[in-house]
């Protein structure tokens, strides 16, 4: 039995036992003893693997499914074009046959009315050469028609070429979709599983407001070491909106932040969890303002728990403090991020996803859980319930 394990346990117990003498309920307690449950952490870290897996093949099946619908709407436009050229080329004919039926009538109309005249070389002169130059004009309208034939011929059959190509490429946009309904509902049941082993996900809405957890943390006692002119207040904002924006769960990186800077007592640089920082480092990451600490925060861990992420669909730019102002260069070190989609949950947060502390799951969910009692007692309107203090 390894040390690493016993430790493990350990630390679920402890969770679980703190979580019942300051009255949270037995099933919040599960999810934060879970997260050191050697058995179901490593349930939840095969699991974790598949969702990966899945999350790859859907960015494929989404790109498959983009190049079906472009080559659809290409093909589509194609089809109405020729079909568009072939009306033109019709319309052209029309208008020869119909000048062709209305010489042949008036040479007829000529003929007829000159046979009926009295005899007269003059006129018939005149017959004789209007005649030659009906003829002539119908000459030149038949040959006219025979070429508008054989271009009507050729875009006929590009017209069923293109329609036989408009035809294949809705084929695949529709193959592409149900791949991508399918990997869909794989995924759900792989989310599904893991709901059934108490996993607390990385990815959704906040169930915390940010006056919910500014309110927590005041009650805590703690004073927070901001910039210049920031509150507990408008970084808990922050939180819950650039968590929203990324479907990151804003209230637990709230509380992931207190983790990171001891109830935001080291704040140095805006950087409230710890990005940068390492056994063997010195200092972190420096953001510019709040919004961007807590943004650079909340895409790193929508990194760790979405495999299908990219800088593209990021509902931001990636921070530039971290991975630079070279936009492309930016993207490519967002999109290629060695740990992505390993820690869909926060249960396997920790042992080298975001920190190396085997317990640092237990510890934010732990102290999530108790934020959550807290505000559910304020809502029942019994202050004291719960404990407040990280």
């Known amino acids: 039995m390894s040390a690493r394990w016993i430790s493990a346990v350990l630390a679920g117990i402890l969770v679980a036992l703190v979580a019942l003498v300051v009255g949270i309920p037995a099933t919040e307690a599960r999810a934060a003893a879970d997260a050191s449950d050697p058995a179901d952490t490593d349930a939840m870290a095969d699991t974790a693997v598949t969702l990966r897996r899945i999350d790859t093949q859907l960015v494929v099946a989404a790109r498959h499914l983009h190049e079906a619908r472009q080559d659809l709407l290409a093909t589509t436009a194609s089809l109405n ?225 979405d495999g299908s992420s990219r800088a593209s669909n990021l509902a931001h730019p990636p921070s530039p403090s971290l991975y630079g102002e070279d936009a492309a260069k930016a993207a490519r070190l967002y999109d290629t991020f060695f740990l992505k989609g390993h820690a869909p949950v926060w249960n396997l947060m920790g042992n080298g996803n975001w920190a190396t502390d085997p317990v640092y799951a237990p510890k934010v969910i732990g102290l999530y859980t108790r934020m959550v009692v807290w505000a559910n007692g304020q809502a029942a309107g019994a202050p004291g319930a719960g404990v407040s203090g990280p």
Not at 133 to 142: C, F, G, P, R, W
Not at 207 to 213: E, I, R
């Open 81 to 305: 074009v020729t079909e568009g050229l072939l009306v033109l080329t019709r319309g052209q004919m029309s208008d020869i046959e119909a000048r062709v039926r209305a010489r042949g009538v008036d040479a007829y109309t000529r003929h007829s009315s000159a046979a009926a005249a009295p005899l007269s070389v003059g006129r018939g002169s005149d017959f004789s050469a209007a005649s030659k130059y009906v003829q002539a004009s119908i000459d030149v309208d038949t040959e006219e028609l025979g070429v508008l034939r054989a271009v009507e011929e050729q875009q006929l059959a590009e017209r069923a070429a293109r329609a036989s190509a408009r035809d294949a490429a809705a084929n695949a946009r529709d193959e592409a979709d149900r791949e991508g309904r399918a990997l869909e509902a794989q995924r759900a049941d792989v989310l599904a599983r893991l709901d059934q082993l108490h996993a607390v996900p990385v990815m959704g809405r906040s169930t915390l407001t940010g006056p919910q957890l500014a309110a927590w943390f005041r009650s805590t006692g703690a004073v927070a070491k901001l910039a210049p002119g920031v509150t507990i207040d408008d970084v808990a904002a922050l939180f819950v909106e650039e968590g929203d924006a990324e479907g990151v769960r804003g209230d637990l990186a709230f509380a992931q932040a207190i983790i990171e800077t001891g109830s935001f007592g080291v704040a140095a640089g805006n950087n409230y969890s710890g990005i940068g920082v390492c056994d063997s480092c010195t200092g972190g990451y420096a953001f510019a303002d709040a919004r961007e600490g807590v943004r650079a925060q909340i895409q790193l861990l929508r990194n760790y728990a």
